[in-house]
């Protein structure tokens, strides 16, 4: 496994170390890394990054089936576009995380920013999760289109939040679950709350597991069958507000 | 090219700053490494930093620091200082030669006080003959810009990247207890240093990172008021904005902030009926400060530092705490490039600031 | 002889072939323009009474009945127009002062139309309407020049009163008499359903829609019809009418056959008895009598209720404005020249006055320039059409607006302008109890609420276009304007720069 030394590199040349690094060996580490971006935008399955530092922001921007690791925080729109694939943060992450990604899973060990999961979107076998051990900021799931988000909001201090508000505004399509049952008041007016199915359990089970597993925690206490799913009251949310002209 | 105040140019930019709660200084090393690894979020167009600490020797007097564009327009104000102000001392700025700053103004300072006959005459406190000087200095003489006016702190900027402006001005020989930068990406620009920020007024300084879209409304609320936007920048009308709020009408900070970035009419309807009468007031009396659109913004002051990102969080921000420090930056990897282990980091909320002050101290220092 | 040279201004055309003769039109039309035959089974038209209302065609069930502007035609002068010579017609006949109803249709300059708005591209994201908070709420009430707080931090100041608006728009001042109580009863409960106001007009407030009161600002005007105690309190404001725009300088005048029963009852006037309201208050020759009566207002109101100053958009608005906010008034409710009417003489009408939009400019800037701005509402009227309107007013600096022909139409009115006559088919403009029915406020203030609704939406879609999520942000932001087919003038006084300048 190669190791590249990114103190100090500006991104481009990073990027390009990166990709001569794959030709030959597909697993590398990076270390000192401070805000360079595009980290691992668009590289394909069977790419192994670990990140040491704080990757740049469009982390993994359309990567399309590589696993990127990061040993510390992230920062804004991590997973952007992004097709298939895995991102692991041992850490937390900034806003707009998965933005419209279309597959792929992105595991947060602490809380994200806001704007998580805007516009994620499913097509056909291609569903995006993302699962996240903290809190949200606000709009989580803003225009839902497909996927899930799962939220564990693990170790949170007494009143606090696990959402922000707007949850779920504009969604129509996909499913958010979240550990808690926040105030009504906390979501947008698209959204509605519905009962987790034995097929919901054994989903959040799996991803609950692997969060579990990445991040060595003992979740076993976690009773998923007493999450809340929200989702989408309706596809084509809205219908009514328009008349031709 | 029409300079900054002749049109609106928008900018996108990187903010940073550094305090020492403790009032302990620093040299300006680490700010400059800050905002130097934003280097992405700005173009070379303008860059700056503001200094708070750093004239101990002279903390009782007005610091301005001055652009002159010519020899002619010095000589000119001065004379309008001598007029108007005691000057305890006078001399240029140093610098240093480096290769992507070109184009240097003449780079003045001088330290202040007003004449005390003529702030009595006018029954106006030094703060507002000051201030009212300096707007006057801006308007009034051309080719000639005060780029900073507080006490015991000072502002230096110019066109270039941040962190070739700070290598300039020598700011790693500087100590302050407090500094904020600023990396500008302005859409266009005629290179002129004063356009640069952050922008000052007083002890405020300004650095802000977005394009507001309540400039305008910002712009005619604070002229009502008797500022006159020269500028045309977001980061001058939201100076003037904190200047009003807390120095004129001085509203205590935490509220003037509620003004800045209102609570929701919703959230406030949610709240117990004296915290909803006092937003519900702020909001319509003040409405027309609302700042509207993505901002985050750093504002200084003698006391310390305030962060502020708009209601809805268009911009990111992200604080953390060490010690007695507590640091603001556009990026996390700004801040931990400097620290590289937080006892706190955290992304603050939108319209919830960060706010830092210095502790301590018996005589509680002016905004 | 009195020979009458006019001749009818529309035409009605039946296809004979699409008519069922089901006689509708006969029994819909108040001005009997139709008449059936029986006896030949034909139907017989009298065009010369024809306004043009569209009551007989829309109803029509198989859209037998078209209108069209009556053909004959005189020679083609572009001095001596038709409309001229035929009111000269009118004059000579009847020795008359012309009279109109609804505002100015000739072409002056629409300013509204001559202003573009901005959008937000890349430097600041423009807000996505349907899923962020996009708020659009207004405070109207006079503003203290700043906040005070104790040394703990706490609010000291008292805050005058506001009425809220959760849209800044409210049904302009339509009184009980020149409109239908239906008419009445449909503004009242779609206020109430949208979080806005009505105001009464100057015909007093009918004790049925008391209880609407939360939604509702009464009006002072010249002649204090139906103003009481009662009356005043019953509000959440008070409006004293200085002008209009259809008619400023001018009073009112409801003929005695639309005081019937209940209006008279509610005016405090006899029945059968002209209502005159004099052309200006005889309690204020100047300023200061406008001071004395905001105050006198105010007291027997307790200084609950702010107090706005309906003012004509005339020449010197701008001065104008400023002693009302001197006089203590909490806003000012300026309205431009086109500005409705149900009855003005024609010749003030269409020739006293100035647009609105100019208007507005002037004072918002005037009212800064004082350093007054901000401790006033400015609110406008006089044919703000759509949403679009409303947010270029925001931006030269309107508080809100109201609007009267808007809602109107919302109502049904299918801008005949002869609302003078009292014979409306659409039950609004007429106090006839058989005309009156048509308008069923159950059905009619719906469409009042989708109608604000909308337009709440568009307003909401063009401010998150701009960047901005309250409409706080957008009051007085001329940025957001930029001028079309403007001189250098017009600019200047809109405060505003030329597209792409």
Redesign the interface.
């Known amino acids: 496994m190669e190791t590249i030394d990114a103190l100090d590199v500006y991104y481009r040349k990073l990027n390009d170390s990166i990709d001569s690094a794959i030709k030959t060996d597909k697993n590398i580490t990076l270390s000192g890394v401070f805000g360079q971006r595009y980290i691992g935008r668009g590289l394909s399955k069977g790419v192994k990054i670990k990140i040491q530092g704080t990757p740049g922001n469009d982390m993994a921007a359309y990567m399309d089936g590589a696993e990127i690791e990061v040993f510390g925080n992230a920062q804004d729109a991590v997973g952007n576009t992004m097709n298939a694939g895995r991102i692991v943060i041992h850490g937390r992450c900034g806003d707009t995380l998965g933005y419209s990604m279309r597959g792929g899973e992105i595991y947060v060990e602490g809380n994200v920013g806001y704007r998580v999961g805007i516009h994620m979107k499913e097509y056909k076998d291609m569903k995006p999760v993302i699962v996240a051990g903290g809190k949200a900021g606000d709009f989580l799931g803003e225009y839902m289109a497909g996927g899930a988000i799962i939220l564990l909001g693990l170790d949170l201090a007494e009143g606090e939040e696990i959402i922000g508000r707007f949850c779920g505004t504009g969604i129509h399509g996909g499913k958010i679950y979240i550990n808690g049952n926040p105030d009504k008041y906390n979501f947008g007016k698209e959204v509605e709350k519905v009962s987790l199915t034995d097929e919901d359990i054994a989903f959040l089970r799996n991803h609950v597991d692997l969060y579990a597993k990445f991040f060595k925690k003992d979740l076993s206490y976690l009773k998923l069958e007493a999450f809340a799913k929200y989702a989408a009251v309706n596809k084509n949310p809205y219908f009514n507000m328009y008349c031709s002209n | 090219m029409l300079k900054e105040g002749e049109f609106?140019i928008?900018?996108?930019c990187a903010i940073s700053g550094i305090i020492d709660k403790k009032g302990k200084r620093f040299s300006g090393e680490e700010i400059i490494k800050s905002i130097a690894?934003?280097h992405?979020r700005s173009n070379g167009l303008g860059g700056g930093f503001a200094a708070y600490g750093i004239y101990p020797q002279y903390k009782e007097l007005y610091a301005f620091h001055i652009f002159y564009d010519n020899l002619s327009v010095k000589s000119q104000v001065e004379d309008f200082l001598t007029k108007h102000f005691e000057i305890e001392s006078a001399g240029n700025i140093p610098t240093k030669s480096v290769p992507n700053i070109k184009d240097q103004p003449l780079i003045w300072r001088y330290f202040v006080s007003p004449k005390i006959y003529m702030s009595k005459e006018e029954v106006m406190d030094e703060d507002e003959f000051t201030s009212r000087r300096v707007i006057r200095i801006n308007t009034e003489y051309k080719g000639a810009y005060v780029l900073s006016s507080g006490k015991n702190m000072g502002a230096f900027k110019g066109v270039g990247y941040p962190e070739d402006i700070g290598e300039f001005f020598m700011l790693d020989r500087y100590e302050a207890y407090m500094w904020t930068a600023h990396g500008r990406f302005p859409?266009n620009t005629p290179g002129w240093w004063g356009g640069a920020h952050p922008f000052t007024m007083l002890n405020w300084s300004v650095v802000h990172n977005?394009?507001?879209?309540?400039?305008?409304?910002?712009r005619?609320?604070v002229?009502?008021?008797g500022y006159k936007c020269t500028l045309q920048t977001d980061t001058e009308v939201i100076t003037y904005l904190f200047d009003l709020l807390v120095r004129?009408?001085?509203?205590?900070l935490?509220?003037a902030l509620k003004a800045v970035a209102?609570p929701?009419?919703?959230?406030i309807e949610?709240e117990s009926k004296e915290v909803q009468?006092?937003l519900?007031?702020?909001?319509?009396?003040?409405?027309?400060a609302?700042?509207?659109?993505?901002f985050s913004i750093v504002l200084g002051c003698a006391k310390g530092m305030i962060a502020l990102n708009d209601?809805?969080?268009?911009r990111?921000l992200?604080a953390a705490e060490k010690g007695d420090r507590t640091y603001i930056a556009s990026?996390?990897?700004?801040i931990?490039?400097i620290c590289d282990n937080p006892d706190k980091?955290?992304?603050p909320?939108?319209g919830e600031a960060v706010i830092a002050l210095l502790e301590g101290g018996n005589n509680e220092p002016k905004f | 002889m009195n020979l009458n040279f006019n001749s009818p201004l529309f035409e009605v055309i039946r296809d004979e072939k699409k008519c069922v003769k089901c006689k509708l039109c006969v029994v819909q039309c108040s001005n009997k323009v139709h008449l059936y035959d029986e006896k030949k089974d034909i139907f017989k038209v009298d065009d010369m009474k024809c306004v043009n209302c569209h009551r007989c065609a829309v109803l029509c069930p198989t859209k037998a009945l078209v209108i069209k502007k009556y053909p004959l035609e005189y020679r083609e002068n572009a001095m001596w127009t038709d409309s001229t010579i035929k009111e000269i017609y009118k004059q000579s006949q009847t020795g008359g002062v012309l009279l109109s109803s609804m505002g100015n249709p000739n072409p002056f300059p629409v300013y509204w139309d001559k202003m573009l708005l901005n959008a937000s591209q890349v430097t600041n994201p423009s807000i996505d309407p349907l899923r962020e908070p996009m708020e659009t709420k207004v405070m109207i009430g006079r503003k203290p020049e700043k906040l005070e707080f104790d040394s703990k931090g706490k609010l000291t100041t008292k805050m005058y009163p506001q009425v809220e608006l959760s849209v800044p728009v409210m049904f302009a001042a339509m009184s009980y008499g020149a409109i239908s109580k239906n008419a009445h009863e449909a503004l009242a409960r779609a206020a109430d359903d949208l979080g806005i106001c009505y105001n009464t007009g100057e015909g007093g407030l009918n004790k049925d829609f008391y209880k609407y009161g939360k939604n509702t600002v009464v009006q002072v005007a010249s002649g204090r019809f139906g103003v009481h105690k009662e009356y005043l309190n019953a509000g959440v404001a008070i409006e004293i009418k200085i002008g209009q725009g259809a008619k400023p300088g001018i009073g009112g005048h409801l003929p005695g056959r639309k005081v019937g029963e209940d209006v008279s009852y509610t005016r405090m006037i006899p029945a059968g008895s002209d209502a005159i309201s004099p052309a200006l208050h005889h309690d204020i020759y100047s300023i200061e009598d406008l001071r004395q009566l905001i105050f006198s207002l105010k007291e027997v109101t307790r200084y609950e209720k702010p107090i706005f100053v309906k003012i004509a958009a005339v020449h010197n608005a701008a001065a104008i404005a400023s002693g009302a906010v001197r006089a203590g008034s909490d806003a000012i409710v300026v309205d431009g020249f086109r500005g409705g009417t149900g009855a003005a003489p024609t010749r003030v009408r269409d020739n006293v006055g100035i647009p609105i939009e100019l208007a507005l400019a002037s004072i918002d800037q005037r009212l800064r320039e004082e350093g007054i701005r901000n401790q006033v509402s400015l609110l406008i009227s006089g044919s703000v059409r759509n949403s679009a309107d409303i947010v270029k007013a925001i931006a030269l600096g309107a508080d809100a607006v109201c609007i009267g022909t808007a809602a109107l139409i919302a109502l049904g009115c299918h801008m005949c302008r002869t609302c003078v006559a009292g014979k409306c088919n659409w039950g609004i403009a007429t106090q006839d109890p058989e005309l009156v029915k048509r308008l069923d406020p159950e059905v009619m203030y719906k469409r009042l609420v989708n109608l604000v609704s909308a337009w709440n939406h568009e307003i909401q879609e063009l401010l998150g276009g701009m960047g901005i999520n309250a409409v706080d942000s957008l009051r007085g932001n001329r940025l957001m304007l930029a001028g079309i087919d403007l001189n250098e003038k017009e600019l200047k006084i809109l405060g505003i720069k030329y597209a792409g300048e």
């Not at chain 2, 519900?280 to 027309?288: G, H, N």
């Not at chain 2, 609302?290 to 993505?294: A, E, K, R, S, W």
């Open positions: 609106r928008p900018s996108g690894l934003m992405e859409t977005g394009e507001i879209s309540s400039y305008d409304a910002n005619r609320f002229e009502m008021f004129k009408h001085k509203m205590p935490e509220k209102a929701f009419w919703d959230d949610r009468n006092e519900k007031s702020i909001r319509t009396v003040y409405a027309s609302l700042i509207n659109g993505p209601r809805i969080k268009l990111s992200v990026e996390e990897s700004a931990k490039i980091i955290w992304s909320k939108g």
